[in-house]
Structure formats: C-alpha cells, structure tokens
C-alpha cells in the first residue's frame, strides 16, 4: 500500500435530528429507512457543513453515504456539494437493522434484554446484533482501503452514517475491545468525530466518545485519540 495516498481525514457524521428522535411509535408506520429530517435535524447538518467545509480546507472531499433517507438528506443540507467530487451510496453503513415495521412495546422489551445481554451481541428477533453490523462494516473498511489505493484517491473521506454505526468503524479501525465498546455513548445527532492522519501515516480520533459507564481504557484503547 502506498501510505501517501492514504486520505489526511476521514470524518464521519451521524445524521441530523429524525422524526424518529422525536417519536419512536413512527417506526410503527413508517419504514426506518424512509424517516426524514425534522426541520432543526436540517438546521443541524448545515452547521455541521460549515465546520466540514473549514475541516476540509475547500479541498475535494469522497463521500460514502448511507442510503437511509435521513443520512441522505444529512449530506444534502450539509452545503457542501461544491467540494464533493464522488458520492456513493453505501448500504453497508445502514443503521443496524431492529425490525420491519415495528411494535413499539415489543422494541422496548428487548432493548431492555440487550441491556442485560450486552450491546454488542444482541440480536434483535427480526433484525441485527452489534456484532453483525461490525461485520458488515469491516467488508466496508476492505472496500474503502482499495480505493485509497486508486490513482484519484481525495485527501479527504466523509462517511454519513449513524451511530452506532460509527461507533463500530471506530472500533474495527483502532481493534477496541467489545468491552470497551459497551461502554460508549452513541454521538449526538449531527455530531462528528474524524480521523486525522498522523506524521507516521496512523490515524487518531480528534476527541473520544463519551462514556456511560465507567471503563478504564487500555493504553492502545487511549492510543487512538489525540
């Protein structure tokens, strides 16, 4: 591999405030890959747009972009189309998949039991575990690595995603533990975290993610992070 052409950054979002946010029986009625931005989740991305946009020094910017509506209308009111020069629809960075349509007490019940169970490797009943969307986003890491390598490859990578989802690319990326894992607090919406190349070509997180229980990161666990 060729480390030059590794990207400087690597940012990834977690979509704006959703209906959903506001209202968790909307997954009763209406798909969870159809929910749309409320009117401030757009407010949301835009500011986030102006902080890409400064990020990304008004250099071309690859997007990778999940294809949830809300994720996509994310990367639209971010306001930085004039930096983008490819975007690809990457099913691979959906959010973890619960349900179909869902039955709200039911979703509340196990998520209760995932509690109990651990995050990461509980399944709900008609959809995901943590574990199977760490799979999935490590087919991801394999695709995106490759086009690291290709002769157009940007200086900048925009992933915009949701949050466990990126939680899980940080944890494939760096190699954390599922211990650790558990102990992370999803971001919040529009939020970002990005990857920032260092002299000797790895990547370290601009700040960490929150914790909601306490856990003493291992010296690597701390590593990834300025």
Not at 9 to 37: Q, T, V, Y
Not at 55 to 82: K, M
Not at 132 to 141: E, H, I, K, M, N
């Amino acid at each position: 591999m060729n480390l030059s052409r590794r990207p400087l950054r690597i940012a990834l979002i977690r979509h704006g405030e959703s209906e959903a946010n506001l209202d968790k029986r909307i997954f009763e009625r209406i798909p969870d890959h159809a929910i749309p931005l409320t009117p401030y989740g757009h407010e949301q991305a835009a500011e986030a747009g102006k902080r890409l946009r400064d990020l990304f020094e008004n250099q071309p910017v690859r997007v990778y972009v999940s294809p949830y509506l809300r994720a996509c209308q994310t990367l639209e009111s971010l306001g930085i189309d004039d930096l983008v020069d490819v975007v690809r629809e990457e099913p691979r960075l959906r959010e973890q998949d619960w349900a179909n349509f869902q039955d709200t007490e039911d979703i509340e019940r196990q998520q209760q039991l995932r509690d109990s169970y651990g995050h990461f490797f509980y399944r709900f009943a008609h959809g995901e575990s943590g574990s199977d969307v760490y799979d999935r986003v490590s087919t991801f890491l394999e695709t995106m690595h490759r086009d690291f390598e290709t002769p157009d490859a940007p200086r900048n990578v925009l992933l915009v995603s949701h949050g466990l989802t990126m939680r899980l690319f940080c944890m494939r990326w760096f190699h954390w533990s599922v211990r650790f894992f558990e102990t992370l607090r999803n971001p919040d919406n529009a939020e970002t975290r990005v990857l920032l190349r260092q002299p000797d070509f790895r990547y370290k997180l601009d700040r960490p993610f929150e914790q909601w229980t306490h856990y003493e990161p291992t010296e690597r666990e701390r590593s990834a992070w300025l």
